[in-house]
């Protein structure tokens, strides 16, 4: 099975940029597909992001056009660029990964993915 490793997290102020990057090992990495979520203390988590194996992307609308998914299956990892950041943003990011196609409309639930990372925290300040 799937090891995640995220790294990349970070304080900046508002509008700042980061990269997270959420590295794989211990399986095929290009049989799945992966996803972002970010967490508070005292919320649920919630889908940032995901990603299919082929490269079909879905976004929270509360990041579209300020977060960009990539990823390098050279190098088994996914990648979030994240730029215009908010306060709001703030939250511990985690990798996510399930070793099947994880379908459009389930891209952001936490329950289609069975592995995950140890996150990356992520302050963004006013």
Same mark, same amino acid.
């Given at each position: 099975?799937?090891?995640?490793?995220?790294?990349?997290?970070?304080?900046?102020?508002?509008?700042?940029?980061?990269?997270? !990057? @959420?590295?794989? *090992? /211990?399986?095929?990495? !290009?049989?799945? *597909?992966?996803?972002?979520?970010?967490?508070? $203390?005292?919320?649920?988590?919630?889908?940032?992001? /995901?990603? #299919?194996?082929?490269?079909?992307?879905?976004?929270?609308? *509360?990041?579209? /056009?300020?977060? #960009?998914? *990539?990823?390098?299956?050279?190098?088994?990892?996914?990648?979030?660029?994240?730029?215009?950041?908010? $306060?709001?943003? #703030?939250?511990?990011?985690? @990798?996510?990964?399930?070793?099947?196609?994880? $379908?459009?409309?389930?891209?952001?639930?936490?329950?289609?993915?069975?592995?995950?990372?140890?996150? #990356?925290?992520?302050?963004?300040? !006013?």
């Amino acid at each position: 099975q799937v090891q995640l490793v995220e790294s990349g997290g970070g304080s900046v102020q508002s509008g700042g940029s980061l990269r997270l !990057s @959420c590295a794989a *090992s /211990g399986d095929t990495y !290009s049989d799945y *597909s992966m996803g972002w979520f970010r967490q508070t $203390p005292g919320k649920e988590r919630e889908g940032v992001a /995901g990603i #299919t194996s082929d490269g079909t992307t879905r976004y929270a609308d *509360s990041v579209k /056009g300020r977060f #960009t998914l *990539s990823q390098d299956n050279a190098k088994n990892t996914l990648y979030l660029q994240m730029n215009s950041l908010k $306060p709001e943003d #703030t939250a511990m990011y985690y @990798c996510a990964a399930q070793r099947a196609r994880v $379908p459009y409309y389930l891209r952001l639930s936490r329950t289609a993915y069975g592995f995950w990372g140890q996150g #990356t925290q992520v302050t963004v300040s !006013s």
